[in-house]
């Protein structure tokens, strides 16, 4: 059984949808976007899998223990924890307010915090323990223009899963990261050409990212074919970050 955060989102319903179709049980989680979250859920049961809504504020430390008390309730188990919910505001640093840097922080990475927490005490008492995996970034690595906020939360969750890495390891809890480049949506070309341009020019594998690139990742580090892996980060951003910067 597998908890996705943040799954009303594009990335986040590409994760479930991805877990679904590999055989999982979803927990679908959403924040306040509940129509959202429910048509991702209802694909999942039109292509016969089974899926389940949990609406959870997960800035509070509370709201992540009860999701993941519900996800575990819903079929005596957890499997996987994809921890995808965040924001990712534009602004710059010189007018930002230490309020606008907490909220993000809190958003980010003290959600996946609380969640890692509470999934890996229930993981622990498990014979086949478990996986956990944050989505972080190619920016975590190297950062952009008006986004210093957001690369400071994706660099701390690269370490976030390397620390509990090592101190879940031991109790049989994986914890691994992956760090999509920039995913395709819709409109995206027309809103920003010459990003998508710069970007397709410079990705060895001439496309924008899918959903569905993140959600495989995903998968393949719950699964047993990376039972020997932990705290890494797999980078899916069609081989963008290969390239020179000099």
């Known amino acids: 059984m597998a908890l996705v955060t ?22 679908v989680h959403c924040h306040r976007n509940t129509e959202r979250a429910d048509e991702v859920a209802a694909g999942i049961g039109e292509d016969g899998g089974a899926a389940l809504v949990v609406a959870a504020d997960l800035g509070r430390e509370s709201e992540c ?34 309020d606008d840097w907490r909220r993000l922080q809190e958003a980010n990475v003290t959600s996946a915090f609380g969640c890692t927490q509470a999934a890996a ?16 970034s190619i920016e975590g690595h190297q950062p952009a223009p008006g986004h210093a906020h957001y690369s400071a939360s994706k660099a701390a969750l690269l370490m976030h899963a390397r620390a509990a890495a090592v101190e879940y390891g031991p109790r ?33 594998l001439t496309r924008l990212g899918r959903p569905d690139d993140i959600g495989s990742a995903c998968v393949f580090l719950a699964s047993d074919a990376a039972e020997w892996i932990t705290g890494t980060d797999l980078l899916v951003d069609g081989g963008v970050s290969a390239r020179s910067t000099w």
């Open 6 to 27: 943040g799954a009303s989102g594009l990335i986040g319903g590409g994760i479930a949808r991805r877990f679904a179709r590999a055989g999982a049980a979803v927990v």
């Open 65 to 98: 223990r009860r999701l993941v008390e519900e996800a575990y309730a819903w079929r005596g188990r957890l499997d996987a924890l994809v921890n995808n919910a965040g924001i990712q505001p534009v602004q710059e640093l010189s007018g930002m307010t230490a």
């Open 121 to 136: 005490e229930r993981m622990s008492g498990q014979e086949q323990g478990g996986s956990v995996t944050h989505i972080a």
């Open 172 to 204: 049989g809890v994986r914890v691994n990261s992956v760090s999509p480049g920039l995913i395709g949506h819709p409109g995206l070309a027309e809103a920003w050409p010459e990003g998508v341009e710069r970007w397709t020019r410079a990705a060895p």
